[in-house]
């Protein structure tokens, strides 16, 4: 009788849902890091004990000297002599055998293009584990299987983003009111257009005070008198996006979380014109591209019509309590 295995990517996402991630930073890394004297029996053992790590990381006090794939560890110590010929041995010993050029990317590297420079590697080497690098120094190591999982996964979202649209337009059309509805829509955006956090902020009017406390939803005072980034999305009528928000000097006053390096703005209107704005941060200098902006600005419209019928269901209710 065969015995039923769990599917390998259930180890890496044991939800066995596969998130959108906005950069490899945000992908499962292992921070495995050893000194080039490590002897390779002690790094062998941590291996052992622990199946998922797709490697370790050497390194020489702060210089890196690559990582040495898991798969090419024990191959190599598998052969005749490996085991007598490194296993007492240093770790960078081992390291030059392998001759595994070090392969590093920075941690903001969004999925696409991270797997496309990966898989240009030489045959040899396309499967081996990408060496990550933060912003401060730090490194972590990166599982090919997770990247390509993942690059999958936004793969199979974008194809399936007209059937999350029509979900919505039912919704929608329904004359539902639920607070959730606009979570619904962020979350749909977040799949195609992946983002850290998103607020749609409003303007404050009376019209909107029962939305004040619903999740996403923002209702500020002073939406455009905060800074002139605002004010240019109200003006130009169009989306605005800003790489980096630390080289912008205008970013201060900016309602968003403190960690935001990339950021995008996309204008909300309602029956009177633009009462608000999306507010789209990611957590990385990860800017966003053309189609991650049409699709904000998609589902922008659905957050309009959110708008629309609110204030339509709000004019009724007005009318109805007049006359009754």
């Not at 999982?149 to 004359?175: K, P, T």
């Not at 960690?259 to 990611?282: E, F, Y």
Request: proline share 5%; with cysteine.
């Amino acid at each position: 009788m065969k015995t039923s295995s769990i599917p390998h990517y259930f180890n890496i996402f044991p939800t066995g849902q596969i998130p959108a991630p906005v950069c490899i930073g945000d992908l499962p890394l292992s921070d495995y890091i050893v000194s080039y004297d490590t002897p390779v029996e002690q790094a062998v053992k941590h291996l052992q004990a622990n199946i998922l790590l797709p490697g370790v990381i050497v390194m020489q006090g702060t210089r890196l000297l690559g990582a040495a794939p898991r798969h090419k560890i024990f191959e190599r110590l598998g052969r005749r002599y490996g085991i007598e010929l490194f296993l007492g041995k240093p770790i960078s010993d081992l390291l030059l055998e392998l001759r595994v050029d070090a392969f590093t990317l920075k941690s903001q590297t969004n999925i696409n293009t991270a797997a496309k420079l990966a898989l240009s590697r030489p045959q040899g080497s396309v499967y081996d584990p990408i060496i990550v690098e933060y912003d401060n120094g730090g490194y972590a190591l990166l599982d090919m299987y997770a990247l390509l999982l993942s690059q999958s996964q936004l793969l199979s979202n974008i194809n399936s983003v007209v059937g999350s649209m029509n979900n919505i337009d039912m919704i929608l059309a329904s004359g539902s009111q639920e607070r959730n509805v606009v979570e619904l829509i962020l979350e749909s955006l977040r799949l195609v257009a992946p983002y850290h956090e998103a607020d749609v902020l409003l303007q404050n009017q009376s019209n909107y005070e029962t939305l004040r406390g619903s999740k996403h939803i923002t209702l500020l005072d002073d939406l455009w008198s905060a800074n002139d980034i605002y004010r240019a999305v109200r003006r130009m009528k169009q989306p605005l996006n800003i790489e980096d928000v630390k080289m912008a000097p205008a970013w201060n006053g900016a309602y968003a979380p403190s960690k935001t390096r990339s950021w995008m703005g996309v204008p909300i209107t309602d029956r009177h014109g633009i009462v608000g704005l999306l507010s789209l941060s990611r957590f990385s200098v990860s800017p966003f591209n053309n189609n991650e902006k049409e699709m904000a600005q998609a589902f922008a419209r659905y957050i309009n019509s959110f708008l629309e019928k609110f204030l339509q269901r709000l004019e009724e209710k007005r009318v109805y309590d007049k006359f009754f």
